[in-house]
């Protein structure tokens, strides 16, 4: 079993930077790989980011590459997501999540989920 519980989101302006974190609990963190999604008011969670065990293999959506990084450290059972040149449509909930096996962008593989951090960029 896995907790999640995200942090760090807030109010940034347009090409500002935010870093959320998600910490987690259970003594195999290690063995998860850990994602990022986000939901913006009326449309579907849409896949983020995400990075295996080891940290040595990450994947990004189109929409956020060379602007967002995802990073673990397993020895603070933590996960972190640093926005930087955040644009008004980087404005969702920004959720946290955990599966074993193989990376995924799909949210049903993941089994595991936090409760959510709201993310909002002005203009």
């Known amino acids: 079993q896995v907790q999640l519980v995200e942090s760090g989101g807030g109010l940034a302006q347009a090409g500002g930077s935010l870093r959320l974190s998600c910490a987690a609990s259970?003594?195999?963190?290690?063995?998860?790989?850990m994602g990022w999604f986000r939901q913006a008011p009326g449309k579907e969670r849409e896949f983020v980011a995400h990075?295996?065990?080891?940290?040595?293999?990450?994947y990004y959506t189109d929409s956020v590459k060379g602007r967002f990084t995802i990073s673990r450290d397993n020895a603070k059972n933590t996960v972190y997501l640093q926005m930087n040149s955040l644009k008004p449509e980087d404005t969702a909930v920004y959720y946290c999540?955990?599966?074993?096996?193989?990376?995924?962008?799909?949210?049903?593989?993941?089994?595991?989920w936090g409760q959510g951090t709201q993310v909002t960029v002005s203009s």
């Open positions: 259970g003594r195999t963190f290690s063995s998860y790989v």
């Open positions: 999540a955990a599966r074993r096996g193989i990376g995924s962008s799909s949210a049903e593989n993941f089994d595991y």
């Open positions: 990075i295996r065990w080891s940290g040595s293999s990450t």
